[in-house]
Nanobody, 119 residues
């Protein structure tokens, strides 16, 4: 079955950096787009960054120029390098992928990793 396991969260001061990783298994990783989402307390979950199977990337405006998504198809991992972190980046970060089975689209999520940006 599909499994996504995030790691790398923690507490960091404003202006600092963190690198999140997501280890994927149970599907053909190299063929799937991968996404990072985040959810702050009291807010809806939002997409932060995406990377397609061929390596094209896309970011929400709030993180452009600060976050970088990358993938390693040999290791079945997707990473999110987060620089110049701000308090408003505080959230639980989730790894996500989608699969089409027949006419249905299934979303898969990891358990999430907490990122706290605070002095």
């Amino acid at each position: 079955q599909v499994r996504l396991v995030e790691s790398g969260g923690g507490l960091v001061q404003p202006g600092g950096s963190l690198r999140l990783s997501c280890a994927a298994s149970g599907f053909t990783f190299s063929s799937n787009a991968m996404n990072w989402y985040r959810q702050a307390p009291g807010k809806e979950r939002e997409r932060v960054a995406s990377i397609t199977a061929d390596g094209s990337t896309n970011y929400t405006d709030a993180v452009k120029g600060r976050f970088t998504i990358s993938r390693d198809n040999a290791k079945n991992t997707v990473n999110l390098q987060m620089n110049s972190l701000k308090p408003e980046d505080t959230a639980v970060y989730y790894c996500n992928t989608r699969r089409a089975i027949g006419r249905l689209i299934y979303n898969y999520w990891g358990q999430g990793t907490q990122v706290t940006v605070s002095s």
